[in-house]
């Protein structure tokens, strides 16, 4: 097995791309590293991004933040611009695993390794977080959604990594928030995991939703029937009943050794209501 | 020499104090050596292939395609391990364990082992394994295996204990029973009586260091070992007995030990080890993955229990039934049996009656865990004492008070108790702040009693006086809990000399007599008699060169306050003689001082403990988080008071991962989903309160510091604790451990307890 440490986007693209078997992207390796010491595990290359210039920095832009490929979870939490614009974003990342986890691991690799529980991609898809992908044929931008496409598998191609997370800029009165059910208090996967993110007008009423929800099905689920239960309200108890009853239906989860498909249809709702009420006060809403 | 374990009372100088462990700056620093950092010169590699069926008869095994690949230097079957038992079923099943012989009775079950010069070898040597398996029909769940169209495990089992003797062969190995009095009668003077069934999943003990060795056969027929183990002295002889070696030509020495729970009182993968290095001619180092640990070694029994106790208005039972279903793994083993010893072992009973059935299944063999078969019980049953004082409309505390054994009784299974703990226990647990604290909303308080018989066995030590003065003492129990710091204050106490005079070091096997291993609680309790022993004896010795100093009778010398002085008007001007004063001089008179001690530490004594839990549940989640815990229990004498708290902290722990979230969950194909950390929910750190303790010291008589074990009672309540003070919280009763939130939440939506 080859070990790789380019430093340019160019030269990791051309590594990935001429690879003979299967190569892996190397960001924090919380999750790669693990599986590399599994008897099935196999792979001709891994090339770690970790040097490639710009990975490890988060830029405040025009159009919001660009968190690079390699930038640690740890790190999102000490950027006091990006946990005011998007407190749910970083305490979904800041849920994954432990401070020690956290010192390493990085949102691109939790959703490249298409973990349908992962914790920060519920959140990024309610954000309306979009990747830049670097591939041998340029780069392009797809939204966070469209990146997992099954239980670990990506719809990324050979020879394309992801160089960065684009955040927008928030709007005006929004707010976000994501909440996970996990039996433990912490070191354990997300049973079900619920990212919301809304905006108000000036009456606080909600004027835009996102929600989307994590570990209820083989991918993310963007639940845009459960957003418009709450369009148009003041989150109003009626409003967060439907908002729960829609995100339970939306979900379509399996029985297994982490919970009931009963039992995870039921919580979807329960923080969905709960994650939705959070959000609601961060944009101002009372 | 006779040795006089009475208690004595006394006032203590050491014993009760709280030094500084003797291995925490190894431990701390990473310089403390665990099973697998041992290494040999020219060491291999050992990996061992797995069953991944529940069930499967081994119709072919194929090793040549293996044995070709280079840096592969041995492969083992079962025909490497041939059968040399000599009709000892219980040796022959240990065997088979280790390596499947003709079917492959769990997933994980070994198959076959390789030893390879480096991983990468041994490990594609593992794949090119051959093996042709008939997939047979498998069974998990107690219940369903005790019916009788379950698939067989064993053809040849019929159950026993029961007369005559059964047409059918059957999973369920054997039928045991305890009791005493006329329960029909009983349950006629009954006002109230509660039934129930409870169900509890197999746990793990979760050690976190897995089990790992070096073996090292020569072909002089001698062999070296270095494991991890609770107990090296029954390695050695477990190892020698089914390789065929001479128990003296086989050295075991002990490691560091990274939690054993009783999980490390079973041989797995030693003896693969040692087969696998006579075969190469090398040593070869075996460590189990977490995977392997999980299907392979460990668990507990999974349970299903119905009781049936019945009550006076007056708070008096008057009759108490409880029938006990114990998974076994593939082999017959007495679980069920302890469970149904333990089951009612804290009260006072005029009738009572218990039945344990031991059932085969197609999961791992079970191992000891900590008071083994005692929390799955004591869940039952105190939860069903907790729903009968609430019919009754008592108190739980008081229930139990008016129930409670005492000096005297005639305990469930059998003998009569002494002097015992578990009324003062309710007693401290009635008068705790704890009990009387408010609760808020969605919280719920719970309490639970358990018992543990404690055990002593077969103790060897020898304590030798250095030139110095200083001690060194040499022990054959391995240091699970502390014991180390314990038994060095046992020896500076009966010596009369300082705490960092002494050093005690665990012996490998070669250089001490047999000992039993650390299991039943007994590590202190009998290598403590062992020392106080020795020590005794090598006061003897010092008192003869005392005399010889001073030319006196020997009668004339006693030894006190760690000296020994002479005892007369005539001897006013003589000078007590420190230990060092003698040790100094002891080339001159009469050469080395020591102090050995063999024994067999009887009189352990038993042990009850009363535990307070409060939870608070969030019922739209089911999620249930501890929020106070209390554990009060009778140490006999605590030698250590922090070990003796690490012990109710850690038993309290572990009990509440259990109750909550731990789990063996296997899937329709037989196969175990959650063999790692991740989905085999140990509690972390912040799933915990602090635990608060309570150490109460009802002396043991037969011990001369009145010490009890106290490793393993610690287990026994919490399952019941935190079961009860859940269901107060949800007001619904529940029955299936552990009560995890999908189950919680089942229990809220009308499915009930489960
Ligand atoms: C103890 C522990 C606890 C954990 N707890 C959680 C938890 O609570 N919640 C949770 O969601 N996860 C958890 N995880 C999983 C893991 O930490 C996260 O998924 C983490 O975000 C992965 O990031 P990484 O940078 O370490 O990824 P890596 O291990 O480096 O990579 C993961 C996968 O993504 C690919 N990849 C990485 N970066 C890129 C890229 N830029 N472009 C294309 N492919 C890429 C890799 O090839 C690999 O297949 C835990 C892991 C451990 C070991």
Redesign the pocket.
């Known amino acids: 097995m080859r070990y790789e440490r380019p430093e340019t986007i160019g030269d990791a693209t051309a590594l990935l791309a001429s690879a003979k078997g299967r190569a892996?992207?190397?960001?924090?390796?919380?999750?790669?590293?693990?599986?590399m010491k599994s008897d099935a595990f196999e792979a001709d290359m891994?090339v770690d991004?970790k040097a490639v210039a710009g990975?490890s920095d988060i830029s405040e832009t025009a159009d919001g933040f660009e968190i690079g490929?390699?930038v640690?979870?740890a790190a999102l939490g000490e950027h006091a611009g990006l946990v005011a614009a998007w407190p749910g974003v970083v305490e979904?990342?800041n849920?994954?695993?432990?401070t020690?986890?956290q010192g390493?691991?990085?949102?691109?690799?939790?959703?490249?390794?298409?973990?349908p529980?992962?914790?920060?991609?519920p959140a990024l898809v309610a954000a309306g977080a979009r990747v830049r992908?670097a591939g041998p044929d340029g780069t392009r931008i797809v939204p966070v959604e469209d990146v997992p496409q099954a239980p670990?598998k990506?719809t990324?191609k050979k020879g394309?990594?992801?160089?960065a997370i684009l955040l927008p800029k928030p709007a005006q009165r929004s707010g976000d928030a994501y909440l996970?059910f996990?039996p433990r208090t912490?070191?354990?996967?997300?049973v079900v995991?619920v990212g919301v993110q809304l905006a108000l007008d000036a009456k606080g009423v909600v004027e835009t939703a996102r929600v989307a929800l994590?570990a209820v099905g083989p991918k993310v689920v963007l639940a845009e029937q459960a957003a418009d239960t709450i369009i148009g309200t003041a989150l109003d108890d009626a409003a967060l009943e439907a908002l729960a009853e829609a995100c339970s239906a939306a979900s379509n989860p399996i029985d297994d050794k982490r919970g009931t498909a009963a039992f995870r249809k039921h919580v979807a709702g329960v923080l969905a209501r709960r994650a939705a009420k959070i959000a609601y006060e961060r944009a101002g809403g009372k | 020499m006779s040795f006089d374990a009475e208690f004595r009372n006394q006032q203590f100088k050491s014993v009760g104090s709280r030094p500084l462990r003797p291995d925490g700056i190894d431990k701390v620093t990473g310089r403390a050596r665990y099973g697998a950092d041992f290494n040999m010169p020219g060491q291999l590699v050992g990996r061992v292939l797995r069953s991944p069926h529940a069930h499967a008869r081994i119709v072919r095994i194929d090793t040549s395609r293996a044995e070709a690949v280079k840096g592969v230097k041995a492969v083992v079957t079962a025909a490497d391990l041939p059968d040399l038992t000599n009709g000892d079923a219980e040796l022959l099943h240990i065997l088979d364990n280790c390596m499947a012989r003709t079917k492959a009775l769990y997933d994980g079950h070994a198959v076959a082992a390789v030893a390879a010069i480096d991983a990468k070898a041994a490990r594609e040597a593992l794949k090119l394994i051959e093996i042709e398996y008939e997939v047979l029909p498998h069974v998990v769940d107690v219940d369903a295996a005790a019916q009788s169209d379950a698939p067989l495990i064993d053809e040849t089992l019929f159950t026993g204990g029961v007369e005559p003797k059964p047409a059918k062969p059957s999973n369920v190995a054997n039928r045991s029973e305890f009791g005493h009095g006329d329960v029909d009668a009983g349950f006629a003077q009954a006002d109230v009586i509660v039934e129930r069934s409870f169900r509890t999943e197999q746990a793990h003990q979760g050690y976190i260091e897995p089990h790992a060795c070096v073996a090292s056969c020569n072909p002089d027929g001698t062999a070296d070992m270095w494991v991890c183990t609770q107990g090296h002295f029954v390695y050695r002889q477990i190892c020698a007995d089914l390789l065929g070696l001479e128990v003296s030509k086989l050295r075991v020495t002990s490691s560091e030990i990274g939690g054993g729970f009783g999980g490390k009182t079973h041989v797995w993968a030693e003896p693969v080890a040692l087969a696998l290095s006579r075969k190469a001619g090398r040593p070869v180092k075996l460590v189990m993955s977490r995977d392997e640990v999980f299907r392979a070694s460990g668990p507990t029994s999974a349970t299903s229990i119905d009781v049936k106790i019945g009550a006076r208005k007056d708070g008096t039972i008057t009759a108490a039934v409880a029938h006990l279903r114990y998974t076994n793994g593939p082999y017959p083993g007495m679980w069920a049996e302890l469970g149904a010893m333990t089951s009612f072992a804290c009260y006072d009973l005029e009738n009572v009656k218990t039945v344990g059935y031991e059932v085969l299944v197609n999961r791992p063999k079970v191992a000891a865990y900590r008071a083994p078969s005692a929390p799955m019980a004591a869940f039952a049953v105190e939860s069903a004492i907790d729903e009968l004082a609430g019919k009754i409309g008592m108190d739980p505390v008081a229930f139990r008070i008016r129930n409670a054994a005492k000096e005297g009784t005639k305990s469930s299974y059998g003998p009569v108790y002494g002097p015992i703990g578990i009324g003062p226990t309710l007693e401290a647990a009635q008068s705790h702040p704890h009990m009387s604290a408010p609760l808020g909303p969605n919280q719920g308080r719970g309490m639970a009693c358990g018992f543990w018989f404690n055990f002593g066995g077969q103790t060897c030590t020898d304590l030798n006086v250095n030139a110095d003065g200083t001690v060194t003492l040499a022990v054959g129990t391995v240091d699970v809990g502390g014991s180390r710091a314990s038994l060095s204050l046992i020896a500076a106490e009966e010596l009369g000399i300082a705490y960092d005079d002494v050093k005690a070091v665990v012996a490998d096997t070669a250089t001490l007599g047999y000992n039993d291993m650390t299991d039943g609680s007994r590590g202190t309790f009998s290598s403590s008699m062992a020392t106080i022993s020795a020590a005794r004896n090598a006061i003897d010795v010092m008192r003869h060169r005392a005399a010889l100093t001073w030319d006196i009778p020997v009668e004339d010398v006693v030894w006190e306050d760690g000296h020994a002085k002479a005892r007369g008007e005539n001897y006013g001007n003589l000078a007590p003689l420190s230990v060092k004063d003698i040790a100094a001089e002891s080339g001159k008179t009469g050469g080395p001082i020591a102090g050995h001690s063999e024994l067999v530490a009887d009189g352990a004594g038993v042990s009850f403990a009363t535990h307070i839990c409060d939870v608070e549940v969030d019922p739209e989640t089911g999620a249930t988080r501890i929020i106070r815990y209390t554990v009060i229990q009778d140490a006999g004498k605590a030698v250590h008071p922090s070990y003796v708290e690490g012990q109710y902290q850690g038993g309290a722990a572990q009990g509440i991962g259990w109750a909550l979230n731990e789990e063996y969950i296997y899937g329709e194909d037989g196969r175990l989903q959650n063999p790692g950390f991740?989905d085999y929910r140990i509690p972390v750190c912040s799933d915990l309160p602090m635990i608060d303790t309570q150490i109460l010291e009802i002396p043991n008589p037969n011990h001369p510091y009145g010490v009890r074990g106290v490793g393993e009672t610690s287990i026994v309540p919490p399952l019941a604790a935190i079961g009860n003070a859940i269901s107060n919280a949800v007001g619904v009763r529940m029955s299936h451990i552990p009560m995890s939130p999908p189950r919680i939440r089942a229990a809220l939506d009308g499915g009930a307890g489960s």
Do not use: H, K, W, Y
Not at chain 1, 95 to 98: D, N, Q
């Open positions: 892996f992207v190397l960001a924090g390796g919380t999750d790669l590293l693990v599986r891994v991004i990975m490929a390699a640690p979870c979904a990342a849920l994954i695993g432990s020690q986890i390493r691991c990085t949102m691109s690799g939790n959703l490249c390794n298409a973990s529980a992962a914790d920060s991609v992908i670990g990506t990324l394309e990594f992801i160089a996970r996990t912490e070191m354990d996967i997300a995991g994590g | 991740l």
